[in-house]
């Protein structure tokens, strides 16, 4: 039995190379042929939560593959992979995002700019060009495949802001997830792994049973679900099984 469970964080997926958080597509569908020939499943983070809490027992070596920021790039290139596959992915947005990409009406594919010209194009407004929308976001959840989770309202630094600034966060961007997608979500990930020194005590306030970190590690049977660790997959094949190691069972070489 897996003794711990690798969550992987993912940002961009999209054919610009250069910098720490983009991964190509095809790299990426590379990483995930490896993870099914390797004997991996994919694990919704309800799933992982039942396998720290001792509920779950796994027969086989698991991941959670999870994506921030709700770039629009990861419907069009890595979505399409997981449906290949049939891996599950977990979804943070970034709500005010997502509430403009909508407003915007073109939330469409098409050509996408590197992570530089993402932002930018967030600052002039065109979130649209960017960012998932609230109807992609259904059309991915209605595969079965999505799951959708907050990843804050505005996308702060928590750390920097007082408790009833980083509450709403909390809640606002949970209220617009059920609002439009139907969805009860229990887990947040924090902004820039910017942690404030009573954030668990705030997310237990909030309602969270979990909060997901960029801390570097593997979750483990009776581990804090209020600081789950997560690991780079890195840009190739060989960094994947690289960080895979660590988590006991690392496949085929």
């Not at 983009?22 to 099914?36: G, I, S």
């Not at 049939?86 to 098409?110: K, V």
């Not at 789950?228 to 994947?240: E, N």
Request: hydrophobic letters at 45%; aromatic letters at 10%.
């Amino acid at each position: 039995m897996p003794a711990s469970v690798p969550v992987l964080l993912y940002h961009h997926v999209n054919p610009h190379e250069g910098d720490l958080v983009t991964v190509t597509p095809d790299v990426f569908r590379e990483q995930m042929a490896w993870l099914v020939a390797a004997g991996y499943e994919s694990l919704s983070l309800g799933e992982l939560l039942a396998f720290m809490a001792g509920s779950l027992r796994l027969t086989r070596p698991a991941v959670v593959l999870t994506f921030d920021d709700g770039w629009l790039d990861n419907y069009q290139y890595a979505f399409p992979v997981l449906r290949e596959f049939g891996l599950r992915g977990s979804f943070f947005l970034i709500t005010a995002r997502t509430a403009a990409a909508t407003a915007a009406h073109n939330s469409a594919p098409g050509a996408l700019p590197d992570h530089e010209g993402a932002k930018q194009a967030i600052r002039q407004g065109e979130a649209g060009r960017v960012v998932i929308g609230w109807e992609t976001a259904r059309e991915m959840h209605r595969s079965g495949l999505a799951g959708f989770y907050p990843h804050s309202h505005t996308h702060p630094r928590c750390a920097d802001l007082p408790r009833d600034e980083v509450m709403h966060e909390l809640l606002h961007s949970r209220a617009l997830l059920a609002a439009n997608l139907g969805v009860a979500a229990d887990c947040f990930c924090w902004p820039y792994g910017s942690i404030p020194a009573e954030g668990e005590s705030w997310g237990r306030d909030a309602g969270y049973t979990a909060l997901l970190t960029t801390a570097a590690g593997v979750a483990r049977p009776g581990g804090n679900p209020f600081a789950i660790p997560r690991l780079d997959p890195g840009t190739s094949v060989h960094s994947l099984r690289e960080v895979l190691v660590g988590s006991g069972w690392a496949g085929p070489a």
